[in-house]
């Protein structure tokens, strides 16, 4: 397929890979730093099952797992997951878009492809019950706050106002929503997170996260007359600390609260949104 890299890490015998589909790359990392470079390359695809999973972010000596320290979308690239990958992460976020004006990462776009039959799955490096035991470490468990989540920033998947591309269909999403450090600076995420920026996020099951379910911020919610809001449809919301979607303003103190800079409104109305200032 052109213009596109393979991800499967099961393809045991070929070392690292090529990336092609007849021998894919082994690991995300791999992947991505081509892709970063490659300007024929649109689009990384990563492929899997429950048994094998992804390994993303730093064990508890600082070390990075099997698939990277991090997982950065590459400026104009499109990543997309298929049904029934697994991911395992620990102090790692999956970061969509520009985190800083360093490293301009403008149009980066995130699909996860789940299915009702195969869903995508999230969850922590300590979560024996995907793939076993990959932290070696039996008497860790798995809970809230030992990763972060899939952040879709400001300029993510803004190629075209007429289409969008960032979607979450049909995953599993849990153990998320905790403390990671990006660009050297500590930082609270929720397990999906929305930074003026307009995703689908469809039919996922997000449980046992600390925090918020999903935030998002006051601009996330633009009406530009093409499209409004987020679409956020047939979500299942558990054992969260807020099972809801939190409208997130970032006020400094002594500051005036933080307000809406564009025409915005509310649509979705299978969700509960909770809003802390205004």
Known sequence: VENTIFVDNRNWAAGQGTGTLQNPYTTIAGALARAQYDNDTRIVRIVGDSDTPYLIGLDPFGRPLADGSRFVVPAGKTVQIDAGASFKLRSAIIDVGSSSEIEPRASAALQ??????????????????????????????????????????????????????????????????????????RETFAPIQLESTRPTIIFNTISNNSGSA??????????DGVRFGPDIVGNTLLHNSINGLFVKTTTAYGESVERLSVQARFRNTDIVYVIAEN
């Open 112 to 185: 996860v492809l789940g299915t009702p039959t195969s869903q995508v799955t999230f969850t922590s490096w300590h979560d024996d019950s995907v793939g076993g035991d990959s932290d070696g470490a039996g008497m860790v468990k798995a809970g809230p706050g030992q990763w972060g989540g899939i952040v879709f920033r400001n300029d993510s998947d803004v190629a075209s106002k007429q289409a969008f591309l960032n979607t979450i269909s049909n995953a599993l999403i849990r153990h998320g929503g905790g403390e990671v450090s990006v660009d050297s600076r």
């Open 214 to 223: 999903i935030s998002a911020t006051p601009n996330s919610f633009e009406d």
